[in-house]
């Protein structure tokens, strides 16, 4: 239950670890002020005004020597504020006329029925600063006004509102303190996610806390040695790739000089197959990324992609949403659809290219009618150079669906492999939009 309703997010979670404790402690300490010193406090003020009362009522009824009741009314009013009208044949209503929400109300109650023997009939809602009592006597009933602060502590709502102030105070600054904290891991998680996507992003600086400096100290580190890294393959396979092919040319120059043969057709076909081996090789270890990356229309790059299939005598259709586009790097994305679309020939006669926008993503679907490759040898298919056991008749080095996957990684997006409706197979690539 705890689990479902706590925050997700560390900044939610870090929040309620230091405000509601805060809020807690706050609400204990005005819980203990109240029902210790300030209930204390009006407890005393009621019991002294309910007795006060008492004691005027008690003078009022039987005056002593050389005192009227005007005498009592009088000294009632100047030593002890208290304001008495005498109200001759009326009854007090049945029924208390108390403010809302008021603890005095029950205290001061207690302690006049305490004091005094009489029905009561207390009225703390008919005067801003006073309070009204009724006296039920036989021949009518006395009206006691006094002010209110004689009767409870005032200062409460201050007491209340201190708190409240402190305790919004605190939050806040425990907030914001955290705001900044959990703004250095958010940093450091954008970094990662945009270098995981590929794109350039700017040279991130680790702050916060000690241990976020070290993680993203880490993070840069570990992002060099990756670049380091790359830069060194990829330098490394242009030498290769330069040491091949001037052999290769030199092979395929002296292939055209012999004169035409079935040798001659079988061994150009092979340096021909080299060459495209070694461009297979050279596009997988290129880690697929494009020098910038730029908003592509996908409609326009399915256009292209028809164009060139049709010049094949390919049958290749596009369904692609009205204004889809993507952020990703033009020549690699297309290499990717291309590589695709290819396989689909290679085992069928019939591809379909489609796109569609799902929440934050760009979804691209390519189906075939070939037979498709079976749910066990999915994962497998996206190793590099492996090849099934289907596709060992044809052409190729097993590098198609790596470097697919290879580009779509290189973006942040997945690509998934399933069954197409015709029986093909169908390759979905979901792309951050």
Known sequence: MLRRIAPKSLWGRTVLIVVLPIFMMQSVVTFIFFNRHWEEVTGALARQSASEMAHILNLWK?????????????????????????????????????SFFSPPNRTLEMELERAIEEPVWINTRGYAEEVEVRVQLDEGYMVF????????????????????????????????????????????????????????????????????????????????????????????????????????????????????????????????????MLEAYLDFVRDSQDADREIVDMQELANELIAEHGRLGHDL????????????????????????????????????????????????????????????????????FERLDQARSTPGTGLGLAIV??????????????DAPDGGLRAQISLPG
């Open 317 to 384: 259709t596009a369904k692609i949403e009205e204004d889809l586009s993507v952020h990703a790097g033009r020549v690699s994305l297309k290499r990717a659809l291309e590589n695709l679309c290819s396989n689909g020939f290679k085992f069928g006669e019939k591809v379909t290219l489609s796109g569609h926008r799902a929440g934050d993503n760009v979804v691209l679907t390519i189906e075939d009618d070939g037979p498709g490759i079976a749910e066990t040898d999915r994962e497998r298919a996206l190793q590099p």
């Open 145 to 276: 006004v006094t002010p209110r602060d004689q009767v409870s502590a005032q200062n409460g709502h201050l007491f209340v509102l201190w708190m409240i102030a402190t305790t919004g105070l605190l939050g806040y600054v425990a907030v914001q303190f955290m705001r900044n904290q959990v703004r250095s891991i958010t940093r450091l998680a954008a970094a990662a996610e945009a270098f995981g996507r590929g794109d350039d992003m700017p040279e991130f600086r680790p702050t916060g806390a000690r241990e976020v400096r070290k993680a993203g100290q880490a993070f840069m580190a570990m992002r060099a040695r990756i670049k380091r890294y790359l830069l060194q393959r990829t330098e490394m396979l242009a030498g290769v790739s330069h040491d091949l092919r001037t052999p290769l040319t030199r092979m395929k120059l002296g292939i055209a000089m012999l004169p035409d043969s079935e040798d001659k057709t079988a061994l150009d076909a092979d340096a021909r197959e080299m060459e495209r």
């Open 405 to 418: 996957q290879d580009i779509v990684r290189s973006h942040g997006g997945r690509l998934t492999l399933g």
């Open 62 to 98: 039987e005056p002593p020597e050389g005192f009227t009741r005007a005498d009592v009314t009088r000294m009632a009013r100047e030593d002890l504020q208290l304001f008495m009208r005498w109200a001759p044949g009326e009854t007090i209503p049945a029924t208390d006329k108390l």
